[in-house]
């Protein structure tokens, strides 16, 4: 049976830390700074916090460093919410999703522009293929259908596609 506790813990804690983050937190050093996701360990003792920077000039390490700092306020909001008996040991990532999303969209762009066709070499995906076959190059059933003799055609054989 699987156990839908965690998850909903896991998005329920996401949305107290954001919201403590965004109105309850003070520290101009995080601002912009937004948890992404929440992993709680099956025992509920451990968290770890995904966060992401995206406005926000400072680095990763000074960050993470003001957010461990941060970590007791944290942990009163978990207690003040009242939604878990035990409050767990919050540990801080930096969460590269949108970094690597970046480098992705820039190697595609690289790639596109490399197979980009300026110079028009005539393919267009439009263009039916039957206008460029001549007639000549089409095989006709119908052709073959009339030299086939139908009084040679066997009637055991039938029987025999049955039993199989």
């Known amino acids: 049976m699987k156990n839908y506790r965690i998850p909903r813990l896991q998005n329920e804690l996401k949305k107290l830390f954001n919201t403590t983050l965004s109105q309850k937190l003070n520290d101009p050093k995080l601002d912009w700074v937004q948890i992404t996701e ?11 916090l995904y966060f992401s920077h995206y406005n926000n000039p400072a680095k990763h390490e000074v960050i993470r460093e003001h ?3 941060s970590s007791g306020f944290f942990k009163k909001q978990i ?4 939604i878990m008996r035990t409050i767990p040991e919050l540990s801080f990532y930096y969460d590269d999703t949108e970094d690597r999303a970046t480098k992705v969209e820039a190697l595609l762009a690289r790639i596109k522009s ?4 300026d110079d028009d070499d005539g393919y267009d995906p439009d263009i039916d293929i039957e206008d460029y076959l001549d007639d000549d190059d089409y095989y006709n059933y119908e052709d073959e259908e009339e030299d086939y003799d139908y009084e040679d055609y066997d009637d055991e054989g ?5 039993l199989i």
Request: charge should be negative; aromatic fraction near 8%; glycine fraction near 4%.
């Open 114 to 117: 490399d197979y980009d066709d």
């Open 38 to 48: 929440v992993v709680l360990s099956r025992d509920l003792r451990y968290a770890k």
């Open 158 to 162: 039938e029987d025999e596609l049955d």
């Open 67 to 69: 957010l461990i700092k």
């Open 79 to 82: 207690a003040g919410a009242k």
